[in-house]
């Protein structure tokens, strides 16, 4: 105000306007256009529900000396159900794989906050540069990370200037399968106690040989195959094999009662974290069906399955092989639970039509509400009369701990809890027959009391 009465005070301004739109020319003539940088996404095109996923944006401003020292900003279009909870800097020289949290790497010691919006490095004179970050999808399905907005900031903080890649890298988000390797193990070995399954006779002894393995703690000793064991100088056992193949089929609840979220804690392998809270029924339940059709298979089992609501709407039918573990996984694992009752009558119905030999059926799902439940009950002693069946009912571990009074709540919450948990158990004992067998299991827990009770009908022919 006081430079437009007084001269030199005019001077002066103009002076440092000049001088400021001179900085800022200079600034913007000195930062390259972000489009001259070379930008790499890597991403798997893979990975787990509620696990880790590392995608990696390689930086090389090789070609453009003058952006050496520049600060580079990326913000990433990525789907609503990803989580981001790392971010990290690769060192130059550094390992080419982005690192996890739960993988050792050369990072940054000061890895970014991952709430912010935007990964953000300083780009090195020489060689690029690796932007890491980590996700943890929520949903299963095919998800596509979208668009990069690359910002480039001047070296006086005056001018940043932009640009847009347009791009789309697709990842499918599959069921986890946290607990497949330690029940191949166990199914391969004698130990069927550890998956919770009864021991019974088994008529007519060992079967026909199979092959050697690796001993597990707990095989019995008869089973050590004592040349093989001097030979290699660890113990090995006998495998066998029984004498035909059976038949399983997973019958895959994807009714609305599948939609529930559950909200148990299942650590993530090497870490503190969690993973299984948010997942839905339908999740846990692809995960338990997939890592019982990969015991069933490593046994020479054909292994087929059916998904239902309303209507069927997906079947795969039994086949053996590793083939078939593939388009299983590829056909359940995108299933959504949807909004429609669900009608397993029809579903074992139509599996009666579709697959006329006589197989043990797994129906994963949940027990129906009181009004319901006879027809449920009906449908499963119907479905008994072709197939074996087996009914696992995928419990509520939150409400179960209210009702126990594991949680401190409001004691009419607790009443309420109580209540249904008696209902559920109610309906799980209507459920059971002579033909039925009945599992109450937890849904992060399923793949272990399926696998026991799969392990103890197939020994039991």
Not at 420 to 433: Q, T
Request: hydrophobic share 45%; aromatic share 4%.
């Amino acid at each position: 105000m006081a430079a437009a009465f007084v001269a030199p005070l005019r001077v002066l301004v103009l002076a440092l306007d000049v001088a400021l739109v001179a900085a800022v020319l200079v600034d913007f003539a000195r930062t390259p256009h972000p489009r001259r940088l070379e930008v790499r996404r890597r991403i798997p095109e893979r990975a787990a529900l509620g696990r880790d996923l590392v995608r990696t944006l390689r930086v090389d401003a090789g070609a453009v000396p003058s952006a050496a020292g520049l600060v580079l900003e990326v913000d990433e279009e990525f789907p609503a159900s990803f989580d981001v909870v790392a971010r990290t800097r690769l060192l130059r020289g550094a390992t080419r794989e982005a690192p996890g949290r739960d993988r050792p790497g050369t990072v940054d010691p000061e890895p970014e906050d991952p709430s912010g919006g935007s990964d953000a490095a300083v780009l090195p004179a020489s060689g690029p540069i690796d932007l890491a970050r980590v996700y943890v999808p929520r949903l299963r399905g095919v998800h596509e990370l979208g668009s990069l907005r690359l910002r480039l900031l001047g070296r006086l903080g005056l001018v940043q200037r932009t640009a847009r890649v347009e791009s789309a890298h697709a990842t499918a988000v599959e069921p986890a399968l946290l607990g497949l390797r330690r029940n191949l193990v166990l199914a391969a070995s004698e130990r069927w106690r550890d998956l919770g399954s009864r021991t019974s006779i088994r008529r007519g002894g060992l079967q026909e040989f199979d092959t050697l393995r690796d001993h597990v703690p707990g095989d019995e000793v008869r089973l050590v195959d004592w040349k093989a064991f001097a030979r290699r100088g660890r113990p090995i056992v006998r495998q066998y094999r029984e004498e035909r193949g059976q038949e399983l089929v997973v019958a895959i609840d994807c009714g609305r009662r599948m939609a529930a979220t559950t909200s148990e804690d299942v650590p993530r392998s090497g870490s503190r974290a969690t993973v299984a809270r948010g997942m839905t029924k339908l999740d846990h339940a692809l995960d338990a069906a997939l890592q019982l059709a990969a015991v069933a298979l490593e046994h020479g089992d054909r292994v087929g399955a059916i998904a239902f609501d309303a209507d069927v709407i997906a079947w795969i039918p039994p086949a053996r092989g590793r083939a078939q573990f593939a388009r299983l996984r590829k056909r359940l694992f995108g299933l959504q639970a949807s909004t429609r009752e669900s009608d397993l009558e029809r579903a074992l119905r139509e599996l009666a039509l579709r697959h006329r030999r006589r197989a043990l059926v797994l129906v994963l799902s949940d027990v129906a509400d009181p009004l319901s439940v006879e027809r449920q009950a009906a449908a499963l002693r119907s479905g008994s009369g072709r197939h074996r069946v087996l009914f696992a009912g995928l419990d509520d571990p939150a409400l179960r701990a209210l009702a126990e009074g594991r949680v401190a709540a409001d004691p009419l919450l607790v009443a309420s809890a109580v209540a249904i948990v008696a209902e559920r158990r109610a309906g799980l004992r209507r459920l059971a027959s002579r033909t039925v067998r009945v599992l109450d299991a937890p849904p992060a827990e399923a793949a272990a009391p399926a696998i026991a009770a799969w392990l103890a009908a197939r020994r039991s022919g």
